[in-house]
Every structure is written in structure tokens, then in C-alpha cells.
């Protein structure tokens, strides 16, 4: 059972990382709209881009937690 903590733990803090990464990017895209360097629609269209790659690595991660939890679990 511990071990599943540790797993479900560390699943949560890559899904944590990840969405530091998506704030990060989304800000360095407001960034550059600030200065004028993209237009507001490429900015949407960059947060939208990015919101779908961070539901799908989250969900990745998700799926290989649960996956995980069960494999652990059988032992």
C-alpha cells in the first residue's frame, strides 16, 4: 500500500510540473503579445495548443498511475 502512495505521489507531482511548464509557456506568450511581437489570435491559438498538450500528458500520466496501482496491487 505504500507503495502505491509513492506512486500516486509522484504522479501528482509530474502532473504538478506540468502545469508550472503550461503556466510558463502561456506567460512567455503573453509576453510576446505585449510586445507586439503576435497578434491576439495567435495567442489564443498558443494557450489553446498548449491547454490540449498539458490534458494530454496529464491524462498519459493518469492512465500509467492507474495502470501502476493495479500491477502493484496483483503482487
Known amino acids: 500500500k505504500q507503495l502505491v502512495k509513492n506512486a500516486k505521489s509522484t504522479a501528482e507531482q509530474s502532473k504538478v510540473a506540468i502545469r508550472n511548464i503550461r503556466r510558463e ?15 491576439e489570435d495567435e495567442l489564443k491559438d498558443g494557450e489553446s495548443k ?13 492512465s500509467l498511475s492507474d495502470e501502476k496501482e493495479k500491477e502493484i496491487m496483483e503482487i
Request: without cysteine; aromatic residues 0%.
Open 25 to 39: 509557456a502561456i506567460d512567455e506568450l503573453k509576453k510576446l503579445q505585449k510586445n507586439g511581437d503576435i497578434s
Open 50 to 62: 498548449i491547454q490540449k498538450m498539458t490534458d494530454s500528458h496529464v491524462e498519459q500520466i493518469t
